[in-house]
């Protein structure tokens, strides 16, 4: 059957010996080891969660400061359109006023220029009648009597008009 032999029996003890030598000497190190191990994996799981929670919110952060960056350059953009629009409509503004006041001085001119041609027209018309009337007459006229009757004919051609 079974032999019993010394061998088999240091073997068993040496080999008791040697779990209890490790229980004490290696098992609570690994033991405390392993634990802190633990500890340390959960501390890094939990402050990787923390970060990628903060992560989130600078996120949500930037997304809301982008977004009002686009709100206020639409609004700039907006603003120097309508600028821009207002200063169109003052420069056509300008420009017609301009237009207006180039015509009314023009017309102003040719008015006077028309009453200055009239006058002259007037006054050759007048020493004209003057001296076809002298010669129908066949009169000397005094310089009185001639100025007196371009004034009445002036008179008269003025009343015509």
Do not use: W
Request: proline letters at 1%; glycine letters at 2%; aromatic letters at 4%.
């Amino acid at each position: 059957m079974l032999e019993f032999n010394a061998t088999i029996l240091a073997q068993i003890v040496d080999f008791v010996i040697l779990l209890i030598f490790l229980k004490l000497v290696v098992y609570k190190p690994l033991c405390k080891l392993l634990e802190n191990r633990s500890e340390h994996v959960a501390n890094n799981i939990a402050a990787a969660e923390q970060e990628r929670q903060e992560a989130e919110q600078l996120k949500a952060g930037y997304e809301a400061e982008m977004r009002r960056a686009r709100e206020k350059a639409q609004e700039i953009v907006e603003k120097a359109t309508r600028a821009s629009e207002d200063q169109a409509l003052q420069i056509v503004s300008n420009a017609k006023n301009e237009a207006e006041k180039l015509k009314e001085n023009a017309l102003a001119g040719i008015e006077r220029e028309k009453q200055k041609a009239v006058a002259e027209l007037r006054e050759q018309v007048a020493t004209l009648s003057v001296l076809v009337a002298g010669k129908i007459i066949n009169k000397t006229m005094s310089k009185d009597i001639q100025r007196s009757m371009i004034n009445d004919f002036i008179k008269e051609a003025g009343e015509l008009q």
